[in-house]
């Protein structure tokens, strides 16, 4: 059993839970200086220099029971009420998301920058000056603590970590819909770009200590204060989500409103065909190649349209061009109708005649 655990769970499940009441403040529209409040007074709990005396100590990992009282007092701390089904789900989320993320750590290397991204997060969440000094010496501390230690036994450590989450399986729809959980509750691992491969070279790295391994053996990221730390694990994925969702409903938005202003001007073109009014034909086509977070600088192509009035003879309708009167239709139907013989115009002038009478009399 490894002796190096605690620190990990406990500073990654406290980085999560701010994430979440992070997101829920803002989604609920708490004024701004609650949600600092908030911040600022939970994170200082998370940090208290006694809880961390007892957490940065060689010992066996910390009981699960002891971990959530400790950190439903952290919550409380502040402003924030939760009844028991919203501590629940809020402990169900912080497990979780923590469980994939020590699933998905490619390396003992990774363990300790994912830990190092909660703690930067922490740093930018807080207001107070004070706060963000006392989150730089959380920093040093985990530094400190794994820097030598040897690669596998801080990946013993995550390990030991992963045995106590083993019994949480909760779906999670965050990883459900970015495609990182199944329905039956197990992890879709996706590596992106980082990726220690330690399990296939664990021979050659296992007695290494972490201070010691080279960046062009191992992968980019560095444990300095302020740095790239190279992985996105560890990161707030609700901030990134929320993003997302926002581009989402941005590009269907979009989507809508060509669609309606494709159906109109469909509908004026045919009422300029049919010659019903004089109209300016404009039709828009928006055509995006960027992927950006939004589309206010996205470029408007319109494209000129080609119409067909005759299989002889095309005529091309561009674009802002006024519907005019066609001289050369009218004289070929004038050419037509001087094609009938008198005879026949009389009779037809005969038709129309009856059909004057027979509509006068209904």
């Avoid at 922490?122 to 985990?142: F, I, K």
């Avoid at 990221?221 to 302020?226: A, D």
């Amino acid at each position: 059993m490894s002796l190096y655990a605690t620190p990990i769970l406990y500073l990654n499940m406290g980085g999560e839970m701010l994430y979440v009441l992070r997101q829920r403040l803002k989604a609920q529209k708490i004024n701004v200086d609650k949600t600092i409040q908030v911040l600022d007074d939970v994170t200082a709990a998370l940090l208290n220099p006694k809880i961390l005396s007892s957490i940065f100590v060689e010992k066996p990992l910390i009981e699960m029971s002891i971990l959530r009282s400790t950190l439903e007092c952290v919550v409380l701390s502040s402003l924030v009420k939760l009844d028991i089904n919203s501590m629940n789900k809020l402990f169900d989320l912080m497990i979780m998301m923590v469980k994939y993320q020590l699933t998905a750590a490619t390396g003992p290397k990774e363990v300790i920058l994912l830990t190092l991204n909660h703690t930067d997060a922490m740093r930018d969440m807080v207001n107070n000056s004070n706060a963000q000094e006392c989150v730089g010496l959380v920093h040093q501390m985990v530094v400190d603590f794994y820097n030598h230690l040897t690669c596998e036994e801080v990946w013993n450590a995550r390990n030991d970590c992963l045995k106590v989450l083993e019994p949480y399986c909760v779906k999670v729809s965050l990883l459900l819909s970015l495609g990182l959980q199944n329905d039956n509750g197990s992890f879709n691992l996706v590596h992106h770009k980082y990726d220690e491969k330690y399990e296939e070279n664990k021979s050659c790295f296992s007695d290494i200590k972490l201070c010691d391994l080279d960046s062009k053996n191992c992968c980019d990221g560095t444990f300095n204060l302020f740095d790239e730390r190279s992985t996105l694990l560890g990161k707030n994925m609700y901030s990134m989500t929320h993003e997302m969702s926002k581009l989402i409903f941005n590009t269907e938005k979009e989507n809508h409103d060509l669609k309606d202003c494709g159906a109109k001007a469909e509908l004026g073109m045919l009422a300029v065909q049919l010659g019903t009014e004089e109209t300016l034909y404009k039709r828009p086509f928006t055509l995006n190649l960027l992927s950006n977070d939004t589309y206010d600088n996205a470029d408007t192509v319109k494209e000129e349209l080609d119409s067909k009035e005759d299989s002889k003879n095309d005529t091309v309708v561009t674009k802002y061009e006024k519907t005019v009167f066609n001289e050369e239709y009218k004289t070929k139907l004038d050419n037509v109708r001087a094609d009938f013989s008198e005879d026949k115009l009389k009779e037809l002038e005969y038709q129309m005649l009856i059909l004057d009478i027979l509509e006068g009399t209904e």
